[in-house]
C-alpha cells in the first residue's frame, strides 16, 4: 500500500463493502466470512489437497500447485474492481490477509527445504499499469511478504499488451506463449516460487511464467491466487 494511500485511508477511512463499519474496506469480521474455495486440480478441478496439480496435468505444466482464497463473486468480487478500476490500493492489504494463512501453509511443507522461497507477482501488461498507476499483482506480493515475512521479488517481465478477457483456454496458451521473461536468472536458480495475482481461471498466465520460471531454473514452483470463478463440482 502507498505511503499516500495509507494518509488517505487516516483521514477519510474506507467503509467495510459488507457490514459498512469504518475502518477496512473489508472487515475482518466479513473477510472471515468469505466462502472457501474446494481444493482442486487448478486445471481439470478435480479435487486434491492443498491444490496439488494432479498427475496427468503436471504432465503439461510445471506448476506443483495453485491454492485460491476464495470464489470471485460478492464482496471478493468487489474488492478485486475496487484495487483494479477504483485505485483503492488499500484492498491488497485484505486480499493479501486472506492468502497469508495458504502461504504460511505452503512455506511449512516445503521445509526442510534447503532452497530460498520467494513470493515472485505475475506482471500485469504494462498499458493497464499506466492506466491504474501501479500493478494491483506487486501490490498484493508485497503485502503478503510483509504479513508472511517471506521474501518478495519482483523478478518476472512481460512483453507485450495481450489481455485476455473472453478468450478461450486454447486461445489464453497460444497468446501467452513467450510473454513472461526472467529478469535476474540467478536469483531463480535453485529457487522455490510461489506465484501471486490476484485471479484464476484458465490459469494460462501462471502456465507460461512457470514456464520461464522452470526454464531458468526454479526447483519448485506454485501459485496463490485471491479469487477464481466457480468451478463445477
Not at 169 to 193: D, G, H, K
Request: aromatic letters at 4%.
Amino acid at each position: 500500500m502507498s505511503l499516500i494511500d495509507v494518509i488517505i485511508g487516516q483521514i477519510v477511512p474506507h467503509d467495510c463493502l459488507g457490514c459498512g463499519v469504518e475502518g477496512d474496506l473489508l472487515c475482518s469480521g466479513c473477510l472471515a466470512g468469505l466462502p472457501d474455495v474446494p481444493e482442486r486440480c487448478y486445471r481439470c478441478h478435480r479435487a486434491s489437497i492443498q491444490g496439488q496439480t494432479c498427475t496427468d496435468c503436471l504432465r503439461t505444466s510445471y506448476l506443483l500447485n495453485v491454492q485460491v482464497g476464495t470464489n470471485y463473486e460478492g464482496y471478493a468480487k468487489d474488492l478485486i474492481w475496487r484495487l483494479k478500476l477504483a485505485g483503492a490500493q488499500a484492498a491488497a492489504s485484505v486480499m493479501a490477509s486472506r492468502l497469508a494463512p495458504l502461504l504460511v501453509s505452503r512455506s511449512k511443507s516445503l521445509q526442510p527445504n534447503t532452497h530460498p522461497l520467494l513470493i515472485v507477482p505475475l506482471p500485469t501488461a504494462t498499458s493497464r499499469v499506466r492506466q491504474r498507476g501501479y500493478d494491483q499483482a506487486r501490490l498484493l506480493a508485497r503485502e503478503l511478504s510483509r504479513q508472511t515475512g517471506i521474501h518478495g521479488l519482483g523478478l518476472l517481465a512481460r512483453s507485450g499488451q495481450a489481455h485476455q478477457h473472453g478468450l478461450s483456454r486454447q486461445q489464453r496458451l497460444t497468446q501467452m506463449e513467450q510473454v513472461f521473461r526472467v529478469t535476474r536468472p540467478q536469483l531463480v536458480s535453485e529457487a522455490s516460487i510461489i506465484l501471486v495475482d490476484d485471479v484464476v481461471t484458465t490459469g494460462a498466465s501462471l502456465e507460461a511464467a512457470a514456464r520461464a520460471l522452470h526454464q531458468a531454473g526454479a526447483a519448485h514452483i506454485s501459485a496463490v491466487v485471491f479469487a477464481r470463478p466457480k468451478t463445477p463440482h
